[in-house]
């Protein structure tokens, strides 16, 4: 049954459209529990009046620690009932990011699966310090042991004071429905890498993703026909997350998976007659790899693909021999995922080049000159900036990098390298600043520097990406503290316990000093520089690797 479209601008009241008109219809499939869109609702009713008794209410956040499950919808769909605002904190986070997260954001509540199969999240919480979690109020555990013991004494000091609450608790309440939502109000917090050592949070309302989501889903519904989404890219960030809303909007299945596994997720592709994914170019080689089927991955009609690791010419050489289409994207937590996106008809050289049209009839791209600051014409590369009704509210908090994000015209700054084809089209080329790009995400070299930095073996770093194999990595520059000799080892445990793993650097290169070049504005390093040494480096070990 196709849902009627009419406009709904909070996350409830999308919820409630779908359940009325396809509530027999599969909403979530998540390894051997299938439930449907009426279920869901209930669920998420009773579990926004049992979060309500922990005292979560209208703009309190929450922080998400939780890898994809059905939990993960639910109790996200229970906070927008409250009005409350959902964090996400990214699963791959470890000690100084997260406590920095939870902290900065002012969290009420923590959800979190303590001992997910992937990844001891008690073992990180016991490395951070009281302080992190002083505005915490109560922890929602998730667990999917069978004879769950309670985890209580097992949680770090700080958080055994808290109230301690199961999800299964939660979804056993009962009460009265809650719909404390308001269109324009903050419900989504995402965060992000720019130009700064913290990541930004960036906060979407209600409206803009309930919007976003019908357009997304008008879009993407010839592609996705009667059958599900797959989510195997986390609901933490925008891409897995709009996919999702999407999928509410089109009442269609989520097939969930907590973590990435190639082969299973070939299977789960196949089984649910799978049309359409979006996936990273590493995701995506993996998956070639799990299937010896040529073409590769037959039900899918194409993959929408970030090139984070590779050019995409390559990536998309890759899939092609193999049968598989890609098609170029453009997403960011400030405009959401699926921002823009190209289709799998259009002729191969247009087709796999990143950004595309515009989803929104609403949206506009232009790009601008940095040096002179005057719009461009289509065809010539600068800035890209965008309009359109899914653009965030503000930076949560952090009133100055909102007003030099936002000209005073609505157009947001990408801080992106593209050019346009039109007020509606446009080719993304590059980030015109440093950020790398690791893991999929994009990541400030500060974030990793100032936690060098904090080293005592390290006086100063600096840090850029080198593509090793099929992937793009981090390489520190490091310049040693006085009388002290840094261990490779020791700086990659050290990284290892308060990093996410795509961030610790592959190698940490000594320096005495960095190369430096003078400007009008002082003197600066030579980031283009490091990357040379970094990729020369990088070319002699693999050439002395091939000799042995």
Same mark, same amino acid.
């Given at each position: 049954?196709?849902?009627?479209?009419? @406009? /709904?601008?909070?996350?409830?009241?999308?919820?409630?459209?779908?359940?009325?008109?396809?509530?027999?219809?599969?909403?979530?499939?998540?390894?051997?529990?299938?439930?449907?869109?009426?279920?869901?609702?209930?669920?998420?009713?009773?579990?926004?009046?049992?979060?309500? @008794?922990?005292?979560? +209410?209208?703009?309190?956040?929450?922080?998400?620690?939780?890898?994809?499950?059905?939990?993960?919808?639910?109790?996200?769909?229970?906070?927008?009932?409250?009005?409350?605002?959902? &964090?996400? &904190?990214?699963?791959?986070?470890? %000690?100084?990011?997260?406590?920095?997260?939870?902290?900065?954001?002012?969290?009420?509540?923590?959800?979190?699966?303590?001992? =997910?199969?992937?990844?001891?999240? /008690?073992?990180?919480?016991?490395?951070?310090?009281?302080?992190?979690?002083?505005?915490?109020?109560?922890?929602?555990?998730?667990? #999917?042991?069978?004879?769950?013991?309670?985890?209580?004494?097992?949680?770090?000091?700080?958080?055994?004071?808290?109230?301690?609450?199961?999800?299964?608790?939660?979804?056993?309440?009962?009460?009265?429905?809650?719909?404390?939502?308001?269109?324009?109000?903050?419900?989504?917090?995402?965060?992000?890498?720019?130009?700064?050592?913290? $990541?930004?949070?960036?906060?979407?309302?209600?409206?803009?993703?309930?919007?976003?989501?019908?357009?997304?889903?008008?879009?993407?519904?010839?592609?996705?026909?009667?059958?599900?989404? =797959?989510?195997?890219? $986390?609901?933490?960030?925008?891409?897995?997350?709009?996919?999702?809303?999407?999928?509410?909007?089109?009442?269609?299945?989520?097939?969930?998976?907590?973590?990435?596994?190639?082969?299973?997720?070939?299977?789960?592709?196949?089984?649910? +007659?799978?049309?359409?994914?979006?996936?990273?170019?590493?995701?995506?080689?993996?998956?070639?790899?799990? *299937?010896?089927?040529?073409?590769?991955?037959?039900?899918?009609?194409?993959?929408?693909?970030?090139? =984070?690791?590779?050019?995409? #010419?390559?990536?998309?050489?890759?899939?092609?021999?193999?049968?598989?289409?890609?098609?170029?994207?453009?997403?960011?937590?400030?405009?959401?995922?699926?921002?823009?996106?190209?289709?799998?008809?259009?002729? *191969?050289?247009?087709?796999?080049?990143?950004?595309?049209?515009?989803?929104?009839?609403?949206?506009?791209?232009?790009?601008?000159?940095?040096?002179?600051?005057?719009?461009?014409?289509?065809?010539?590369?600068?800035?890209?900036? =965008?309009?359109?009704?899914?653009?965030?509210? @503000?930076?949560? #908090?952090? *009133?100055?990098?909102? #007003?030099?994000?936002?000209?005073?015209?609505?157009?947001?700054?990408?801080?992106?390298?593209?050019?346009?084809?039109?007020?509606?089209?446009?080719?993304?080329?590059?980030?015109?600043?440093?950020?790398?790009?690791?893991?999929?995400?994009?990541?400030?070299?500060?974030?990793?520097?100032?936690?060098?930095?904090?080293? *005592? %073996? &390290?006086?100063?770093?600096?840090?850029?990406?080198?593509?090793?194999?099929?992937?793009?990595?981090?390489?520190?520059?490091?310049?040693?503290?006085?009388?002290?000799?840094?261990?490779?080892?020791?700086?990659?445990?050290?990284?290892?316990?308060?990093?996410? +793993?795509?961030? &610790?650097?592959?190698?940490?290169?000594?320096?005495?000093?960095?190369?430096?070049?003078? %400007?009008?504005?002082?003197? @600066?390093?030579?980031?283009?520089?490091?990357?040379?040494?970094?990729?020369?480096?990088?070319?002699?070990?693999?050439?002395?690797? %091939?000799?042995?």
């Amino acid at each position: 049954m196709r849902v009627k479209q009419n @406009k /709904l601008n909070t996350i409830p009241a999308v919820l409630r459209n779908t359940a009325h008109l396809s509530g027999d219809s599969t909403a979530m499939i998540y390894e051997s529990e299938r439930i449907s869109y009426a279920t869901l609702h209930e669920l998420v009713l009773n579990t926004s009046f049992g979060l309500s @008794k922990l005292g979560i +209410k209208s703009g309190d956040r929450v922080a998400f620690w939780l890898p994809n499950t059905s939990a993960y919808l639910v109790l996200y769909l229970a906070c927008m009932q409250l009005n409350a605002i959902a &964090v996400a &904190v990214n699963t791959r986070f470890r %000690s100084s990011e997260v406590a920095d997260i939870v902290n900065r954001s002012g969290a009420k509540s923590l959800i979190l699966w303590p001992l =997910f199969r992937k990844v001891n999240f /008690l073992e990180i919480l016991s490395s951070i310090e009281d302080a992190a979690f002083s505005q915490v109020e109560s922890v929602v555990v998730y667990s #999917e042991a069978e004879n769950n013991v309670s985890l209580k004494n097992q949680l770090p000091g700080s958080l055994q004071s808290k109230k301690l609450v199961s999800y299964q608790e939660l979804i056993s309440q009962s009460g009265a429905e809650i719909d404390n939502s308001s269109a324009d109000a903050g419900c989504n917090i995402f965060t992000t890498s720019g130009t700064t050592s913290a $990541p930004k949070f960036v906060l979407h309302s209600h409206r803009s993703i309930s919007n976003h989501a019908e357009e997304v889903w008008r879009n993407l519904e010839p592609l996705i026909k009667n059958d599900a989404f =797959f989510h195997t890219l $986390p609901f933490c960030g925008v891409f897995g997350f709009n996919h999702f809303s999407a999928a509410l909007v089109g009442a269609r299945a989520n097939v969930i998976q907590s973590s990435f596994d190639a082969h299973e997720a070939v299977n789960l592709i196949d089984l649910h +007659k799978v049309h359409y994914i979006s996936a990273t170019d590493d995701m995506l080689l993996a998956l070639l790899d799990a *299937d010896d089927r040529n073409p590769a991955l037959p039900s899918l009609t194409c993959c929408g693909y970030g090139a =984070f690791n590779m050019p995409p #010419e390559e990536i998309t050489e890759r899939a092609s021999a193999r049968g598989l289409k890609l098609v170029g994207l453009y997403g960011m937590s400030e405009v959401q995922a699926l921002f823009a996106r190209r289709e799998h008809i259009q002729a *191969d050289e247009q087709r796999y080049l990143p950004g595309g049209k515009l989803i929104s009839p609403h949206a506009s791209v232009r790009a601008r000159n940095p040096e002179n600051k005057e719009i461009l014409p289509h065809g010539e590369s600068g800035e890209l900036e =965008f309009k359109g009704p899914s653009l965030l509210i @503000k930076y949560f #908090e952090n *009133d100055s990098a909102t #007003e030099e994000l936002i000209r005073q015209d609505g157009y947001l700054k990408s801080g992106d390298l593209g050019y346009t084809c039109s007020t509606s089209e446009f080719v993304f080329q590059a980030r015109m600043g440093d950020t790398l790009r690791l893991g999929g995400y994009l990541v400030a070299p500060e974030e990793i520097e100032t936690y060098l930095i904090e080293h *005592d %073996s &390290v006086e100063a770093a600096q840090v850029v990406a080198v593509r090793v194999h099929d992937k793009m990595r981090a390489h520190a520059f490091i310049i040693p503290a006085e009388n002290r000799i840094p261990d490779q080892e020791k700086l990659k445990t050290y990284c290892l316990d308060g990093l996410a +793993k795509f961030k &610790v650097p592959v190698v940490f290169h000594y320096l005495d000093e960095f190369p430096t070049t003078k %400007s009008p504005n002082g003197t @600066k390093i030579q980031r283009a520089k490091l990357r040379e040494i970094a990729e020369t480096e990088t070319q002699n070990q693999s050439t002395r690797a %091939s000799l042995r």
